[in-house]
């Protein structure tokens, strides 16, 4: 029964010309499905192997560019007094009174403090009585030495009478020689009870207080003139050799004839209005900084600037000619050594050791390593390495790609419409 019922099936399956599963019809069909099947499974492979191929990243560059740039030197100083005197007693006794007013303008001679002066009144009485004693005694012996004198001639008194006469006239000459000085000695003691100002200029507040014992080692106050005012800065040792370079004076510590060359600057970026000149070149390097310390001078009317302010002083060098110029954000510092990423003309990164020099404002000048049209990678350099292939893109653009994001597509937003 189940012969009969395959043959049949089989019968009717060629009959119908449905399915031939032996025949040669078949075998083509299924050649030619495995064949496009292969065709499909090499094509999908093709296009999944260009997908998976990494774009170059994209980069930001800039041209390093030549520019002929002002030559500027900074240093970080602090203002001093053009002359700082130390108001100290020269005698030693009580503090009587305080006769200026504190932190105002004080004349040269002008009166600051008062000693009591009694002790020194007494000594100069003293000396005075000593000296008027001293005087006496001259008289006697100098009226003796006339008396014996023609009585020696006569023979009324002998010459030993006489000598001793002359003697005691010399010894009182000398008592009254040192009589006067003692005087004088305490002349100047009383006058030094009354402590003057040395210098015009600003007084500071007083150290000592009324009441208090002082000596010649004790601080009153101290009186400084400030216009003008000086400001000292270090400078380092090549800083020096160049300044020996280019001014003759330097090395004999004449740079006065540099002219008005400095700018000042005071807390917060504020210049000052008037331009100083450097006026004295220190005597030594120092041995633990290895700077040297240079003195500049500046006008200060009013007494505006004050000893002990900060001050970052600028020198106008020049011009520096034809300087290649890049922006700092291209400059990757590290631990000391800078590199920039040069992006060649085949679009390859190179990984370049760079000397720099003096920065003006968001660029920094280039002295050795890069040349004026040369790309340099100013953003997106983290992860490039030598030979790298990259998409540079002017640092300008990066404003433009940036809108272009935000924008919204106008045909994008026309399709959205007629679809809603």
């Given amino acids: 029964m189940q012969g009969r019922y395959e043959q049949s099936t089989a019968v009717n399956c060629r009959g119908s010309g449905v399915f031939e599963p032996n025949g040669p019809a078949h075998s083509q069909r299924v050649r030619a499905v495995v064949a496009a099947l292969a065709v499909v499974a090499a094509c999908a492979s093709c296009g999944s192997s260009e997908s998976e191929a990494p774009k170059p990243p994209l980069v930001y560059v800039a041209e390093a560019v030549e520019k002929n740039l002002p030559l500027f030197a900074e240093w970080v100083g602090s203002t001093e007094g053009y002359n700082n005197a130390e108001i100290r007693p020269q005698v030693k006794g009580y503090l009587r009174s305080r006769e200026y007013e504190q932190g105002t303008v004080v004349e040269e001679g002008q009166l600051l403090f008062q000693i009591d002066p009694r002790e020194f009144q007494a000594e100069l009485d003293s000396a005075l009585g000593q000296l008027g004693e001293a005087k006496a005694n001259l008289g006697k012996s100098s009226s003796h030495v006339k008396r014996y004198r023609p009585l020696a001639v006569q023979g009324a008194v002998s010459q030993q009478e006489l000598d001793d006469a002359v003697q005691a006239m010399l010894r009182d000459e000398a008592a009254v020689a040192s009589a006067k000085a003692r005087v004088e000695r305490a002349k100047l003691n009383l006058s030094w009870t009354k402590i003057q100002s040395p210098i015009k200029g600003v007084s500071g507040i007083a150290v000592a207080q009324i009441g208090d014992l002082v000596a010649s080692q004790t601080l009153l106050t101290t009186v400084s003139q400030l216009d003008p005012i000086k400001v000292q800065f270090p400078i380092s040792e090549k800083q020096y050799m ?31 209005k ?29 007494n505006v600037l004050r000893p002990g302010q900060f001050a970052r002083v600028r020198a106008d060098l020049g011009v520096e000619q034809n300087a290649v110029v890049i922006p700092q954000s291209a400059v990757d510092d590290v631990q000391g050594t800078y590199n920039v990423y040069v992006v060649k003309t085949d679009d390859t990164v190179e990984v370049r050791a760079v000397e720099v020099g003096a920065t003006h404002g968001s ?12 790309r340099v990678v100013v953003q997106g350099f983290q992860k490039l390495r030598s030979g790298m292939k990259v998409d540079p893109k002017k640092k300008s653009q990066e404003a433009t790609d940036a809108k272009s994001k935000t924008e919204p597509d106008p045909k994008k937003s026309s399709s959205d419409a007629r679809a809603s």
């Fill in 242 to 272: 160049d300044l020996v370079k280019y001014n003759q004076g330097a090395s004999s510590g004449k740079i006065g004839k540099a002219g008005k060359v400095l700018e000042l600057f005071l807390t917060g970026d504020v210049a000052w």
């Fill in 363 to 374: 660029d920094w000048v280039v002295k050795k390593g890069i040349k004026a049209g040369e």
């Fill in 274 to 302: 008037y331009r100083g000149t450097p006026y004295v070149l220190g005597r030594e390097v120092d041995p633990l900084t290895g700077t040297i310390l240079v003195e500049g001078r500046f006008q200060n009317p009013n």
